[in-house]
Nanobody
Framework: QVQLVESGGGLVQAGGFLRLSCAAS????????MAWYRQAPGKQRELVAH???????NYADSVKGRFTISRDNAKNTVYLQMNGLKPEDTGIYFC?????????WGQGTQVTVSS
């Protein structure tokens, strides 16, 4: 059974930081591209960042220079370090794991940034 379990969300003031974690089980973690998405109230889910099996990273323009995605294949975990948080970063953050054949989603973790 595949599970992606996010943690680390919460309430933080603008300018603060959070570190999200996503622990994966039931997949061959090292061969999957891992990503973080977010969904703000009333908006579509959007890609925040992804990291490939080779460590290549890509970020949404809105988070470049503030967020960092990383992965630890030994721990089957992907992280999202979020610094300089802004109220517009508020939303549910979802972990995503994908390969050429399928993809999986976590249940999401809420991030709320107060002004």
């Amino acid at each position: 059974q595949v599970q992606l379990v996010e943690s680390g969300g919460g309430l933080v003031q603008a300018g603060g930081f959070l570190r999200l974690s996503c622990a994966a089980s039931g997949i061959i973690f090292s061969i999957n591209t891992m990503a973080w998405y977010r969904q703000a109230p009333g908006k579509q889910r959007e890609l925040v960042a992804h990291i490939t099996t080779g460590g290549y990273t890509n970020y949404a323009d809105s988070v470049k220079g503030r967020f960092t995605i990383s992965r630890d294949n030994a721990k089957n975990t992907v992280y999202l370090q979020m610094n300089g948080l802004k109220p517009e970063d508020t939303g549910i953050y979802f972990c995503n794991s994908r390969n050429a054949f399928t993809q999986y989603w976590g249940q999401g973790t809420q991030v709320t940034v107060s002004s």
